[in-house]
Every structure is written in C-alpha cells, then in structure tokens.
C-alpha cells in the first residue's frame, strides 16, 4: 500500500478489507469442529462468506447455537434445494425501470448504490440477485436521478443495496448534493446494517454529513437479535439519535435466532435504549437456500402476539411480509387469537 492511500483509508474501510472470508479462519478462531468445514466451503461457492472481525467479539466459542453464528455461518443446509423456495422470490427484475432503481410503491424508489455489503447474512433475500448487473456504479446514478427528477409524485428516496454505507463519505456527499437539486424530494432514507455490525463506519465526517444534508433523515438500521447491540454500537446509535436522524429497525423473523417472544422484547428494549424505534420484522422471503430459517405464518403471528402483550405498544414492531405485485408490505394480523 503506498502512503497516500494508508493514510485516506478510514479506520472502517480497513475493517472492511479485513473482513473474514475464509471458511476456515472462521471455524478456527470460533473453535468450532472442523468437521463443518467441507460444507462450509461449498454454500460459499453459491454465497461467499464474509464477517467482520469486529463481528466475531459478539459470539460465544465453541456454540453452535449461538443466534450471531447462525447469521453468518455457511451451512450444508443451503444447498438443498427446497420445493417452494426460488431465486427471486421478489419477482424483482419486473420492477426495476433501470438499474440499481426498484420503483415498486408509491412515493418513493429504492436504489442501490452498490452490490456488496459489510456482513454476508445467510438468510439474505439478496443471495442471488445479480449484483453486477444491476449496479449502477457512479456513472449510473445521473440516470436515476434523471428518472427521480422527472416523477414529481416521488418525495422519497431510499439508498440500499447491498448496503449503501459500504460507500465512502465523499460518494455519499456527492450523491446527496446531486439529490438536492431535485425540489420534490423531501426525505431521504438509509437501509443499512452497517451501524450493527460495524459500528466504525460513525465516523465524526459521517454524522456531519447526515446531520446537514438538506433533507429529513432516516437510518433504518437492520439488527436480528440483542447480543448484536453491542457498547459500541449502543455509542454510535446514540449519537445519530443526538444529531436528530430519525433512526427506525428492521428485523428478519429467524428460526433458532429470534423466533421466541423474550428475545424480540430484549431486542425491541435494547434498540428504543439506543434511540431506535422497532419499525419491520419481517418474515422471511422464500429463497432458495434460506428454507431451514423460515417459520409458518402462524407460528410467526403468535410469536408477534405473545411480544404485544408484554411491552408497550411502540415498542412493536409492524409484522410484515413481501408479495410481489402489492402495492406495500403486507400486514400479518391475527385477530381471533384474543376471543375474550
Ligand atoms: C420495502 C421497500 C420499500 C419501503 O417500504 P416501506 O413500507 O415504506 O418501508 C420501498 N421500495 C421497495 C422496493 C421495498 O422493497
Ligand atoms: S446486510 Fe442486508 S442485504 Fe446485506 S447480506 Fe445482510 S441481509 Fe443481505
């Protein structure tokens, strides 16, 4: 590395680089039987591993069933292809006018800055979604800008990905100056786990940069379990709170993680202490790979219900699913479930 570069290269982007991808290290450092290691390898032929090393410092050794591991541990279980479970369950390719552009509800489009992100989380609905074809790079974005610029009706612009914060500080600023010209878009919000599990990349620059962008802000941040709100990322949660951005979670509903009501209330109590507000949990989509995380409709309204009934009704989050063709998420509402 030359001089110049090691001394651009932020604290984050470096864990970035550092990052576990090595089945093998892995396996190691986490004193898990090597027995594993022939299956590892292959589910990472069809989604890579990567973990960063900050990551590992939340997981307990030698535990198979600890609910961090099972996030990010290549299985043999996802090769098996399972009757009902698909590529793109999303039917996403249909509503993508141009790429790294998803324009599927009203109001407001998504786009994808870039391909890749911090953490590979197993259960992803993105594990096969085809990445380099539809990234847009930074030669893309005046295309999408074009295509914002000319639907007035559009007043929300959502950066995901992959994960949108995997992007350098002066790509944010410069995307986001360009975002300013158009007068019809009010908010502007961030999908990204990256606040979970890399909790580096809050950098003073960064915070600067969403406290004064000349829009509402919202960070939607994407955390599964407790054991992932961490002291450091408890800090950097808070100071985003601080600074006004309106901080909101997203959990993935997850077999053998999260899927017991104590768990999602020490997570929802554990996020509101950090300045976030439980938004989505979410059940998972049905994609190829993913079948052993997945739990019934049912099990996961009752799950939901139990969690409603032991803390306050803001710290609930909306039970959703995806359906392609809908014109949102769709709630999952049990109502004879209290008959009394
Ligand atoms: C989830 C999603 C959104 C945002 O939906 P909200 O219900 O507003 O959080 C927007 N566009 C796409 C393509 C989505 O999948
Ligand atoms: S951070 Fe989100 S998009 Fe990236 S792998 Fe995990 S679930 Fe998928």
Redesign the pocket.
């Known amino acids: 590395m030359t001089q110049s570069n090691s001394y651009k290269t932020a604290l984050w982007q470096q864990d970035l680089i550092e990052a576990i991808t090595d089945p093998k290290e892995l396996l190691e450092l986490l004193e898990i039987d090597l027995e594993l290691l022939p299956a590892a390898i292959a589910a990472t032929k069809l989604f890579p591993l990567k973990v960063p090393r900050g990551f590992l410092s939340r997981i307990k050794k030698n535990d198979l069933n600890d609910p961090l591991l099972k996030q990010i541990l290549p299985l043999g279980a996802e090769l098996e292809e399972v009757f009902g479970y698909e590529k793109d369950p999303l039917k996403e390719s249909s ?1 993508n006018p141009i790429p790294g552009l ?1 324009h ?2 009203s109001g ?1 489009v ?1 786009l994808t800055l870039v391909g890749t992100c911090a953490i590979n989380c197993r259960y992803c609905f993105r594990r096969h979604f085809p990445y380099e074809k539809n990234n847009p790079g930074t030669a893309g974005w005046d295309r999408a800008l074009e295509y914002i610029a000319a639907d007035p009706s559009i007043t929300e612009v ?1 950066l995901s990905g992959g994960d949108p914060l995997v992007v350098s500080d002066s790509l944010l600023q410069t995307f986001s100056e360009k975002l300013a010209h158009i007068r019809h878009v009010k908010r502007l919000r961030i999908h990204s786990r990256l606040p979970i599990v890399l909790p580096t990349r809050i950098t003073e620059e960064f915070t600067q940069w969403i406290a004064t962008v000349p829009f509402k802000t919202i960070l939607v941040v994407h955390a599964n379990h407790p054991h992932e709100i961490s002291t450091e990322v408890k800090k950097a949660l808070q100071t985003l709170s601080k600074v006004g951005i309106t901080l909101l979670n997203q959990t993935v509903l997850l077999k053998d993680v999260n899927d017991n009501a104590e768990t999602l209330v020490q997570l929802s109590e554990a996020l509101f202490d950090a300045g976030v507000q439980p938004y ?1 949990l979410h059940v998972l989509d049905k994609v190829q790979g993913t079948a052993h995380f997945d739990l019934s409709h049912e099990a996961a309204e009752q799950l939901h219900w139990e969690m409603s009934q032991q803390i306050s009704g803001f710290l609930v989050p909306k039970l959703v699913c ?1 359906q392609p063709g809908a014109p ?2 769709l709630p999952l509402l049990r109502r004879e479930f209290y008959t009394g």
């Open positions: 509503v998803l599927k509800y407001r998504l959502i989505y995806e949102a998420k």
